[in-house]
């Protein structure tokens, strides 16, 4: 059974820890934040003592923990994927996986981090930087937010405008030197090297300019809308850019 199989199966609430290739998919289904911090933390330990070794199995090893908010997720390809970008903008456009790959590219290696506690050192993620896409698409004087939707169907995300620009941050088509698997958001998600993981949106498909921020799916459940690595979400981290 791959990791794809077991992120169809559970119920569609909260997000859900993939376990499938240890045949534990149905524990992660969890919605309170403090629930499901204690769902990770069991499971961080659970990695972290594992005399087996079979959490070496989980998909792509790593450190990396699988997240979807949504029961299932379509799997988009280079003949089937499209980015749309809109909103307050001059020049609305879609791009295919092609036009995206012919621009040019930005490789980062910063660190990870989720707001749950786990970190992973020095991850490649490699794309092109949102500030192009925004330029190229004639960004209006009115528009002071960035709104990221996703082909999940359910997962957003938002940056304000000054964010969006910073050369840190890259609509990613690889990560960890390889093209972005499904399990990790492929073909394309967002990555938001300076901020908790949350940010950095799987499967992205749209990215609508407004004027204001809206709160994202993980911030209408409590997480900051500003989510610098270190002291938001009354954590205490290393910053990762
Ligand atoms: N579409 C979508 N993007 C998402 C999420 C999600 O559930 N759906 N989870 C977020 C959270 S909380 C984390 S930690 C990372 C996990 O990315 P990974 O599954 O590649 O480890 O994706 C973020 N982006
Ligand atoms: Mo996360």
Redo the contacts with the bound molecule.
Sequence with gaps: MNDESAEERGKPIG?RV?LGTLGLGALGVVTAPTLQRGLESFLASAADTDPTGLTELLPNGGG???????SS?PHKNATSYRLKIDGLVDRPRTYTLADLRALPQTRMVRD?Q???G?R?PDTPFEGVRLSRLLDAAGVRQEAGAVRFT?F?G??T?SLTLDQARRSDVLVALR?QDKN?GH???GPV??YVAPM?????????SGITVTEDVRPG??EERGYDVDAWVGRSNGRDDEPTS
Excluded: N, P, Q
Aim: aromatic share 28%; charged share 20%; with cysteine.
């Design positions: 997000r993939l990396f923990r699988y997240y979807s908010v949504a997720v990870v989720c707001v749950t786990w992973v996703c999940d359910t997962y995300e990560m972005i399990s990790h958001g998600r967002l908790y993981f949350y940010k950095s949106a799987k499967w992205l799916y993980w």
